[in-house]
Nanobody, 118 residues
Framework: QVQLVESGGGLVQPGGSLRLSCVAS????????MGWYRQAPGKQRDLVAN???????NYTDSVKGRFTISRDSAKNTMYLQMNSLKPEDTAVYYC????????????WGEGTAVTVSS
């Protein structure tokens, strides 16, 4: 079992920045794919970025050049640095851990809300 806890959300003006954090209950980054997802009001939950055991990262097109995913394995913490925020980024952001080795082993945090508004 893995517990994931997100933090760092809040209200920010367009063009501003936030850094989200996700703390895992045990050391998993070497064997799980970690990701950030978001769900805007009235929309489905979509992938924002993920990072694999070897450090390779992927981003959805709408955040490329603005968001950076990273991790600190010693702290069991994953981050999402969000710059140049837009109102369209408003959503609840969720941390996810998925095992590439065991089918169905997939964990979610409860989310942290980000609102981008003037």
């Amino acid at each position: 079992q893995v517990q994931l806890v997100e933090s760092g959300g809040g209200l920010v003006q367009p063009g501003g920045s936030l850094r989200l954090s996700c703390v895992a209950s045990r050391s998993i980054f070497s064997i799980y794919t970690m990701g950030w997802y978001r769900q805007a009001p009235g929309k489905q939950r979509d992938l924002v970025a993920n990072i694999m055991y070897d450090g390779r990262a992927n981003y959805t097109d709408s955040v490329k050049g603005r968001f950076t995913i990273s991790r600190d394995s010693a702290k069991n913490t994953m981050y999402l640095q969000m710059n140049s925020l837009k109102p369209e980024d408003t959503a609840v952001y969720y941390c996810n851990a998925r095992s590439p080795l065991v089918a169905g082993r997939n964990y979610w945090g409860e989310g942290t809300a980000v609102t981008v508004s003037s």
